[in-house]
Nanobody, 124 residues
Framework: QVQLRESGGGLVQTGGSLRLSCAAS????????VAWFRQTPGKERDFVAA????????EYADFVKGRFTISRDDTRNTVDLQMNNLKPEDTAVYYC?????????????????WGQGTQVTVSP
C-alpha cells in the first residue's frame, strides 16, 4: 500500500501563494486517484481538489476554483496543489488522500490512504 507525505505548508499573508506537495512511496502512484482535503479544529475534513489517475478528470471545491490548481507528476510520484490568492479562511491542515479505485471514492474521502497533513496558515 502506498504511503503519503505532504510538504510545503507554512505561514503566508493574504493574497500570497503556497505550493503543497504529496509524495508517495511504497508503490507506484500512477494508478491512484488523489485528492486534497483540509480540516480546521472542531470541523470535518472538507474536500478541496482531486485528480484522476490519468489526470483526465479534475474536480475542485467551489471555494477554491480559480485560485488552486492540482497537478500530478507520476515520474516523481507526486501530486501538487498550487494555491494562489490565499485568504485567511484557507487556514487549515491540508491532507493528501489516495485510493486505487473509483474516483468518487476519493472525492468522498472514503479511500484507503491519508497523509499526516501539513499546516497552512494565512495571516490577515
Amino acid at each position: 500500500q502506498v504511503q503519503l507525505r505532504e510538504s510545503g505548508g507554512g505561514l503566508v499573508q493574504t493574497g500570497g501563494s503556497l505550493r503543497l506537495s504529496c509524495a508517495a512511496s511504497g508503490e507506484p502512484f500512477s494508478t491512484y486517484e488523489v485528492a486534497w482535503f483540509r480540516q480546521t479544529p472542531g470541523k470535518e475534513r472538507d474536500f478541496v481538489a482531486a485528480i484522476s489517475w490519468r489526470a483526465n478528470v479534475i474536480e475542485y471545491a467551489d471555494f477554491v476554483k480559480g485560485r488552486f490548481t492540482i497537478s500530478r507528476d507520476d515520474t516523481r510520484n507526486t501530486v501538487d496543489l498550487q494555491m494562489n490568492n490565499l485568504k485567511p479562511e484557507d487556514t487549515a491542515v491540508y491532507y493528501c488522500h489516495a485510493h486505487a479505485g473509483l474516483f468518487n471514492t476519493v472525492l468522498e474521502g472514503k479511500g484507503t490512504t491519508w497523509g499526516q497533513g501539513t499546516q497552512v496558515t494565512v495571516s490577515p
